[in-house]
């Protein structure tokens, strides 16, 4: 059996965590330049405020109800869901992370020991007691029934927090229940063509025959049709390595110098390249864009942007945040106000087969592999860019995002650490 455990509103649920009195309280989180809703409790959902909401537009229902408002602080969440998912290995020997709020438990053979629902309801006490986090759990024999089932125990209280789907009966309600949009793998391009052909629940696209399936989708329609009959047949390890990872961001002021810019790429190129490391990946085709505002009549438009491809795949910051540093200077534009830029990383593998070239300018690689995880390591302990490039800048500059809600990293940075007032 497989279990998922999903950390219901995450990012609010971390927020609240570190700030007393928000228990049954609207909260809400916002975007990139404290932009638009990204998250938000059921209390907020109440009073009529919905994902994507530009927090302009809704700044009356805010005051009005007194919402708790918060700035991303992916550092935080970061922190926290670490610490989420060494609570779960400390009670299952196999889990796997799926994305920052969920996590996947492989619970094969710990039926013969425990009775596995109320297994699953003590570790979902023990993250509560010891992050404050509330989660929800969904056991099946498949990873898309076990997201279903942790849907209606975050819906339905009452479940306990845990919703066992182990019968033919318990999968076909379940199926029944569930909207046809709501089941993973299904995405807006499936549903239309789903409908089309007169499957319109998730019992019914269940309920065709395999052979139906493979005549008019393709494989990973397949999956999702093996995973509702109960066959596990999607491997979450390979989904998370991304296929490209990018790293882009509106700057809070408008952006004209170009020493500015490159520091501001640089920093996306750095952190591109930790991403590729943390999962394992090195990248050989990098691209940088930058863009105007979009909204701004009365200022002179440009946007582009421009792809290299490096002579050997690579994780090395140094070696990706000069080939963006390069694409910069060739695509700047002296007297354009810059609103945007970011850096894409393409053509990703896995770092345990990488070609070499006879032409590699780099000698060192396994010392500059090395280096890099040093850093990491550092990083790790003494908070996010403790050590960086030099050309990344300082904290604060103008291309920085707005962030005048923003927590801080109390299990991060020493400097930010939580204190309490006598």
């Given at each position: ?132 986090i509330p989660v929800s759990v969904g056991i099946a024999q498949s990873r898309t029934l076990a997201k279903m ?211 590699d300018n780099i000698k060192n690689r396994p010392q500059r592999f090395k280096l890099m995880n040093t850093i ?47």
């Amino acid at each position: 059996m497989i279990a998922l455990v999903d950390c219901n509103s995450f990012f609010c649920s971390v927020e609240k965590a570190f700030h007393a009195g928000l228990n049954g309280k609207p909260v809400c989180v916002l975007s990139s330049n404290d932009g638009c809703i990204i998250a938000l409790t059921p209390e907020a959902k109440a009073i009529g405020l919905h994902r994507g909401d530009p927090i302009y537009k809704v700044r009356d229902i805010v005051k009005y109800n007194n919402v708790a408002i918060f700035s991303t602080n992916m550092y935080l969440y970061a922190a926290m869901s670490r610490r989420v998912t060494n609570i779960l290995r400390s009670f299952v020997n196999h889990v796997e992370n799926y994305s920052i709020d969920e996590s996947f438990c492989f619970l094969d053979g710990y039926d013969k020991l425990y009775d596995l629902e109320d297994y699953m309801r003590m570790v979902v006490k023990k993250v509560k007691l010891y992050t404050d986090i509330p989660v929800s759990v969904g056991i099946a024999q498949s990873r898309t029934l076990a997201k279903m089932g942790s849907k209606f125990a975050k819906n339905y209280k009452g479940y306990n927090s845990v919703c066992m789907i182990d019968t033919d009966d318990k999968r076909r309600k379940a199926l029944s229940m569930m909207e046809l949009s709501d089941v993973w793998g299904i995405g807006r391009r499936t549903l239309p063509k789903l409908e089309y052909y007169g499957v319109h629940t998730p019992l019914e696209l269940a309920d065709k025959k395999e052979a139906w399936i493979k005549s008019r989708f393709s494989l990973p329609m397949v999956q999702t049709w093996k995973e509702l009959n109960g066959i596990s047949c999607i491997d979450t390890s390979e989904i998370a390595g991304k296929q490209s990872i990018c790293t882009s961001r509106s700057f809070g002021e408008k952006v004209t110098d170009i020493s500015s810019l490159r520091a501001a790429v640089a920093n996306f190129a750095a952190s591109s390249a930790n991403k590729l490391r943390g999962q394992h990946s090195v990248a050989s085709v990098v691209t940088v864009f930058i863009m105007s505002s979009r909204f701004r009549e009365d200022l002179r438009p440009y946007s582009n942007s421009l792809t290299v491809t490096l002579p050997v795949p690579t994780s090395d910051t140094i070696e990706i945040t000069k080939a963006a540093l390069q694409i910069i200077d060739d695509i700047y534009i002296k007297g354009i106000c810059y609103k945007k830029a970011g850096v894409v990383l393409s053509d990703i593998r896995k770092n345990t087969a990488v070609e070499q070239n006879l032409f590699d300018n780099i000698k060192n690689r396994p010392q500059r592999f090395k280096l890099m995880n040093t850093i990491d390591k550092l990083n790790h302990r003494y908070g996010i860019k403790s050590i960086r490039l030099a050309v990344e800048g300082a904290d604060k500059e103008a291309w920085h995002s707005k962030s005048e809600h923003r927590s801080g990293n109390y299990i991060s940075d020493l400097n930010e650490i939580m204190t309490i007032q006598i």
